[in-house]
């Protein structure tokens, strides 16, 4: 499957930003879909996911209350809606999936996109 992230941008502290992630080249409801964000001069961290099924999610602890994870599996979006948001959120954002069958907890993904860049100004 291939994925391409957009939505990135220059926002202010406090602000919203909408990311999302387009599939294409398999059927997109057989895969798990998560976002991941790098920033520089640091790992690359998990941020939030959904199971391939769209009704369970799981979210980093920075991202709890403030971001919201969704999918439309007739379009192969996924989208990121992330609100409050702080100069810390800033890095670049990933979207990932891996096929449905590997355990939920695990955060392991198989397939990347490019990332968007997402910059908070405090």
């Known amino acids: 499957v291939q994925l391409q992230a957009y939505g990135g941008g220059l926002v202010q502290a406090g602000g919203s930003l909408r990311l999302s992630c387009a599939a294409s080249?398999?059927?997109?409801?057989?895969?798990?879909v998560a976002w991941f964000r790098q920033a520089p001069g640091r790992e690359r961290e998990f941020v939030a996911a959904?199971?391939?099924?769209?009704?369970?999610?799981n979210y980093a602890d920075s991202a709890k209350g403030r971001f919201t994870i969704s999918r439309d599996n007739a379009k192969n979006t996924v989208t990121l809606q992330m609100n409050s948001l702080k100069p810390e959120d800033t890095a670049v954002y990933y979207c990932?999936?891996?096929?449905?069958?590997?355990?939920?907890?695990?955060?392991?993904?198989?397939?990347w996109g490019q990332g968007t860049q997402v910059t908070v100004s405090s």
């Open positions: 959904i199971r391939h099924t769209v009704t369970i999610t």
């Open positions: 990932t999936a891996r096929y449905w069958t590997r355990p939920w907890v695990s955060l392991e993904y198989d397939y």
């Open positions: 080249g398999r059927p997109f409801s057989n895969y798990d």
